[in-house]
């Protein structure tokens, strides 16, 4: 059984950093790529960041420049680097590890204030 444990969320102001991760614990042997997804109320989920083996990453428009991925396949971890917060950016974030299948953490909340 594979579990992806997140952590990191909060309430933050407007301008402030947060800093999200995500282990991966359980029988996953070859990631292939590792994300953030978030999901606003009312929205639907969508692409933050992800990055993929070898190391090439991709961002959403909104959050070029803010927001950083770093991933670690041998420790199975993903951590996302949030700066420059803005109201926007408030929505539940989700980890997200695809190896021979999806898998899907539970989500954490991040929230700013304006």
């Known amino acids: 059984q594979v579990q992806l444990v997140e952590s990191g969320g909060g309430l933050v102001q407007t301008g402030g950093s947060l800093r999200l991760s995500c282990a991966a614990a359980?029988?996953?042997?070859?990631?292939?790529?590792m994300g953030w997804y978030r999901q606003a109320p009312g929205k639907q989920r969508e692409l933050v960041a992800s990055?993929?083996?070898?190391?090439?990453?991709t961002y959403a428009d909104s959050v070029k420049g803010r927001f950083t991925i770093s991933g670690d396949n041998t420790k199975k971890t993903v951590s996302l680097q949030m700066n420059s917060l803005k109201p926007e950016d408030t929505a539940v974030y989700y980890c997200?590890?695809?190896?021979?299948?999806?898998?899907w953490g539970q989500g954490t909340q991040v929230t700013v204030s304006s």
């Open positions: 990055i993929v083996r070898g190391g090439v990453t």
């Open positions: 997200m590890v695809l190896e021979m299948q999806t898998y």
């Open positions: 359980g029988n996953i042997f070859t990631i292939h790529a």
